[in-house]
């Protein structure tokens, strides 16, 4: 019970929490653009499998595309690498053969050497950059900065470089800082930048290495080599690829979707001519042409089609043929049965004069006519419900009229039973726009076999009214239905315990007949029942004529069977008691609560809360009730 009430608490807090109605309508307009598109995706099986071929195609092209540029851009800048390094090496073993060739003679003034060595060490170093570089054209440009400072122009021994290149920023300081610290060339890539405004900077691999100058002083020189050509190469690369990739995917789309199409144009030609065949156009058929599996596919499809009309012709033809004859004899044995019914009565009102044996006869041959007489009214009946011919002759009624009607008529046999009858929510009036005769017919029968079935015990007929439909439910507390019985019931001729005597003299064919009346009502006849605790016979009918029914004021299974018993005690967290004969101790049945308002729900009956059976619907002839039924739905 305590978990019921959170339940509802979290319901309640969802429902009223700030924003709700915001966040619905926000998906609801998020999701009606997208409506037609997913119905497309989910009804189009070309679409999607061309949407798969695409979406696999493009990441199989992205994959190849990746390792392919990869293995490219690999290649060039390895062979890039090894060039590189054999080039600076050798540039740097000249450089640094040119600073050992001495340049200061001795005996000078030291002042005068001083001058003239540091004029010479500026000229040295200059000349240096353009020899170096002069080797190169354009393959590669050479930078010379001060080593042990922070500032790379400062000092004699500052940034020397050729082709405009501008050396504090086209050096980064990380590479500075590897070679002025450790011996040996260093390499990184980096970006060349130029003095020059206009010249854009270009990637590039730059190698330094820290060397000595004419006068033993240290100083870097740094080789740059632009990648400007592995670049566009590898640009091309990648827009071959990228163009190849593109062609492919679109052309694999093309195949998938031409392939699809051939599998899936007769797909849909079958869907149309099972449709129009479904339809009742039993000629369709569909146009077959070559030799294939699909060729094959339709040939099967039009035979089965060819077989399915031809059966469908034989059972329409077969079912007209039983009509007919049920129609004809039922017609054609009012004459005889006249003359008999005649004799009979002269013979059962001489009965007195004949022996007790004979008398007997009489007797029972007056009983036997009666019955024959009511089979032959129901089969008429019948007849003109499988004929189409049964008309409705509607007005509005009080349903507790016809109630009372039928309770009286049903009184000696329910005192010969040792039945009360009991009737529930007749306080207020219960009207309805139905044929007066068809109901009560209805009802009479519903309450004849609760008071048959019922072992004795008490009868509850309960009437209900709400919203756009009225609803009669009898009850009775006998031997029940079973499993599977509560479509059954409703076909003809069919009894639960065929070793049971029919003491009423029905004639097998009254909630054929019920079913049929309330159909004409486009109103609904439910059975729910379980063994040993009885069954409930519910009728359900438009308040107004025409109007469809979207549920019922009276729950299909009553508050009292074993389920529901069972239900109320969890919830209540007691044991549940066992139920009471209410033909035992004859107390007083409580009222069913009053319903305000009827079920919203679509039209369909196993959709009502308490519903466990389908209305059974109407069968081709008395002959194929049964294999046409409609399985039985416990709650």
């Known amino acids: ?20 109605p915001v966040l ?9 653009p997208l409506l037609p598109a997913v119905r497309l995706w989910r009804r189009n099986i070309q679409l999607r499998v061309v949407a798969a071929t695409l979406l696999m195609s493009l990441g199989v092209v992205l994959l190849l595309g990746f390792v392919v540029i990869g293995q490219v851009s690999a290649g060039l800048l390895d062979a890039k690498q090894k060039a590189a390094q054999s080039q600076a090496a050798g540039g740097f073993a000249v450089a640094q053969e040119r600073a050992n060739v001495p340049s200061a003679a001795d005996g000078q003034d030291p002042a005068a050497v001083d001058v003239k060595v540091g ?19 354009t393959a590669f440009e050479v930078v010379a900065l001060g080593a042990g400072t922070d500032d790379p122009g400062e000092g004699v021994r500052g940034a020397r470089a050729s082709g405009d290149v501008d050396p504090a920023t086209s050096i980064p300081a990380s590479l500075r800082t590897a070679v002025d610290n450790r011996s040996g060339p260093y390499q990184t890539f980096s970006r060349i930048r130029y003095s020059t405004p206009k010249a854009a900077s270009e990637p590039a691999l730059v ?12 100083y870097h020189l740094y080789y740059l080599f632009p990648l400007t050509h592995e670049e566009q190469s590898l640009n091309l690369v990648r827009g071959t690829i990228a163009t190849a990739g593109l062609f492919v995917v679109v052309l694999l789309g093309a195949i998938a979707w031409l392939v699809v199409r051939q599998v899936v144009t007769p ?21 077959v042409t070559g030799e294939d599996d699909i060729a094959r596919l339709g040939e099967a499809f039009n035979k089965m089609a060819q077989n399915l009309q031809t059966k469908i012709q034989q059972l329409e033809d077969l079912s007209r043929m039983q009509r007919r004859f049920v129609s004809d004899v039922s017609h054609e044995l009012r004459t005889p049965l006249t003359t008999v019914r005649m004799a009979a009565d002269v013979i059962h009102e001489a009965r007195a004069d004949f022996d007790p044996v004979t008398a007997r006869s009489a007797e029972l041959l007056a009983g036997q006519l009666d019955r024959f007489e009511s089979l032959l009214a129901d089969l008429l009946e019948i007849s003109r419900f499988d004929a189409g011919a049964a008309a409705l002759e509607a007005e509005p009624i009080d349903l507790r009229d016809v109630v009372r009607r039928v309770i009286d008529g049903a009184e000696p046999l329910a005192e010969a039973k040792g039945t009360r009858i009991r009737v529930l929510g007749d306080s207020q009036p219960v009207v309805a726009e ?58 003809r001729f069919w009894r639960a315990d065929p070793a049971r005597a029919r003491t009423t003299g029905g004639t097998g064919l009254g909630l054929s007949i019920a079913v049929e009346d309330a159909r004409l009502h486009g109103g609904w006849l ?18 107004t004529a025409d109007e469809p029914l979207r549920g019922s004021p009276i729950p299909l299974e009553p508050e009292d069977s074993r389920a529901n018993r069972a239900r109320a005690a969890a919830e209540a967290d007691v044991p549940a008691r066992p139920a009471v004969d209410p033909g035992a101790d004859r107390s007083p049945i409580p009222p069913r609560p009053a319903v305000t308002t009827a079920v919203p729900v679509p039209a369909d009956p196993t959709a009502l809360p308490g519903s466990g059976a389908r209305v059974v619907p109407r069968t081709g002839g008395a002959g194929d009730s049964s294999d046409r039924e409609d399985e039985a739905r416990g709650r």
């Open 24 to 32: 619905r309508l926000l998906v609801r307009l998020v999701r009606r």
């Open 526 to 543: 439910q059975a729910w029942g379980e063994p040993g605790g009885g069954s409930q016979f519910r009728l359900t009918l438009p308040r």
């Open 119 to 137: 004029r010479d060490a500026s000229t040295w170093m200059n000349g240096l950059v353009k020899q170096l570089a002069s080797g190169g054209q």
């Open 207 to 218: 190698i330094g290495k820290r060397l000595t100058d004419i006068n033993g002083d240290p």
């Open 434 to 491: 139905a044929d007066a005769r068809r109901v009560e017919r209805v009802l009479r029968n519903l309450v004849v076999n609760a008071v048959e079935h019922g072992e004795g015990r008490d009868v509850v007929v309960r009437l209900a009214s709400a919203g756009g439909a009225v609803a009669v439910a009898v009850r009775d507390y006998g031997v029940g239905l079973k499993p599977g019985e509560a479509t059954r019931v409703f076909n």
């Open 267 to 287: 797909v849909r030609m079958a869907a149309g001519v099972a449709e129009r065949l479904s339809a009742g156009k039993l000629q369709e058929r569909m146009k």
């Open 1 to 20: 019970m305590a978990s019921g009430r959170s339940r509802r608490a979290g319901r309640l807090l969802q429902d009223g929490a700030p924003g709700g």
